[in-house]
């Protein structure tokens, strides 16, 4: 199997470098914010579920019947 050539990959100029943490930098800027948004929508479920309990168990307090449905 010596049939392969070996090529050498061409030296990458200063634009390409540039251009690369250009979009490693786009990319990391989309990923936090993709993240902030999934993370705002679970603390607002979070905070919404968490009213819902407590007004649950007010009710329960109070004698009255705490129904799901």
């Known amino acids: 199997?010596?049939?392969?050539?070996?090529?050498?990959?061409?030296p990458?100029?200063?634009?390409e470098r540039e251009a690369k943490k250009e979009k490693s930098l786009w990319d990391a800027k989309k990923a936090l914010a993709e993240r902030k948004k999934a993370d705002d929508a679970f603390r607002a479920n979070f905070e919404r579920l968490k009213a819902e309990r407590k007004?649950?168990?007010?009710?329960?307090?109070e004698g009255g019947t705490a129904s799901s449905g």
């Open 12 to 15: 990458v100029t200063k634009e």
């Open 55 to 61: 007004a649950r168990e007010q009710l329960a307090g």
């Open 1 to 10: 199997m010596e049939n392969f050539e070996h090529k050498e990959k061409p």
